[in-house]
């Protein structure tokens, strides 16, 4: 069976019509781009029966899309307790993963100044070089 990849407009399309079933399809058969957006239009689509295919897509693979479920999850406001406590611990591990990616991103250009070459190792290494200059008797 050939999957047809619906074109952003395709999706807009849905969204406006508010063609759930499709917008699911194309967050659960879709590449990454074609699964973001859907996760987006669900978002305006508005009906918490999309729920369960939105908390498959958080797990996905491509980062970009499980945000984009997790967006559409708070956005939907479903009352489910278990929706809203997986979708805080979510948001907790997407905040951890930006984090540590902001901190990378400032000390990439930072020169590290290590201070580990004063050991007894390196002190016993210099005390070697200085017997191998020295002439054999």
């Known amino acids: ?57 958080m797990n996905d693979k491509v980062q970009n899309v499980s945000i984009a479920a997790l967006n559409t999850l708070e956005a939907l406001g479903c009352n489910d307790d278990l929706v809203v406590t997986i979708t805080r611990k979510r948001f907790n591990w997407v905040k951890e993963v930006r984090d540590r990616a902001a901190k990378q991103e400032a000390n990439k250009d930072k020169k590290h100044n290590i201070y580990r070459w004063e050991r007894a190792s390196k002190k016993s290494f210099e005390i070697v070089k200085e017997r191998l200059k020295r002439p054999i008797r």
Request: aromatic share 8%; charged share 20%.
């Open 1 to 57: 069976m050939n999957i047809i990849q619906p074109s952003e407009s395709t999706i807009v399309f849905w969204m406006d019509i508010k063609d759930v079933p499709k917008l699911e399809y194309a967050l659960k058969h879709g590449n990454y781009n074609t699964r973001k957006l859907a996760a987006e239009a669900l978002a305006h689509a508005g009906q918490c029966s999309s729920v369960p295919v939105l908390l498959k897509a």
